[in-house]
Each structure stands twice: as C-alpha cells, then as structure tokens.
C-alpha cells in the first residue's frame, strides 16, 4: 500500500509565496517519477512540474522561472515551491507517484489528496 500525504497548501496575497511537500510512504522501491499537477475550478487539470528518476524536471510554462520543483529521495518526498504567486495560481495541487513495480517492472500512479492553493488579496 502506498500513501502520498501533501502539506503546505493556504492562502497567500499576489506575490507573495508557498512551499507544497508531499511524502510517500508504504512498500517503494523503484520511484520513477514524482511531481504535482493542479486543477482550477471550471479548468482540466494541468501538469505543473515533474522530477524524474536520474535528475531531469520539467516545469510547465505558465509557472517557469516561478516555481521550483526538487525531490528528497531519503525522505521519498516531493517539493513544489512556488514564489511571486498569481490569482491564476488558485487550484487545488495534487502530488503524484510513478512507481516501478512488480517483476514486469510496470508502471503504477499514485495519488494525494489534493491540497488547496488560493492567491488573493
């Protein structure tokens, strides 16, 4: 059994910054990618950002050079820290992990809950 348990979510005025984390605990071993994704209301949801097995990440437009994706690989926990933060920021975040498993090596997603960003003054 895997749990993915996200902190960090709030309310912030425009500009102003937030750190997301999400742990994972449970039965991990081969941890392909770990990342976070939102979802406005009204809106489909929308990759963020992705730290993959070897190192790579990848940030979505719309919040590049704003936010930062990292990973505590010790800790299996994912970061998403998020400065100069905008009213379209306002979503609910969840954290996601790809795991590896099984002897056929397939691929498995993961879920948090969901944790609720509001930028506004």
């Known amino acids: 059994q895997v749990q993915l348990v996200e902190s960090g979510g709030g309310l912030v005025q425009p500009g102003g910054s937030l750190r997301l984390s999400c742990a994972a605990s449970g039965t991990i071993f081969s941890i392909n990618a770990m990342g976070w994704y939102r979802q406005a209301p009204g809106k489909q949801r929308e990759l963020v950002a992705v730290s993959r097995s070897g190192g790579t990440t990848n940030t979505a437009d719309s919040v590049k050079g704003r936010f930062t994706i990292s990973r505590d690989n010790a800790k299996n926990t994912v970061y998403l820290q998020m400065n100069s933060l905008e009213p379209e920021d306002t979503a609910v975040y969840y954290c996601?992990?790809?795991?590896?498993?099984?002897?056929?090596?397939?691929?498995?997603?993961?879920w948090g809950q969901g944790t609720q960003v509001t930028v506004s003054s």
């Open positions: 996601y992990l790809v795991l590896s498993q099984g002897s056929s090596r397939s691929l498995n997603t993961y």
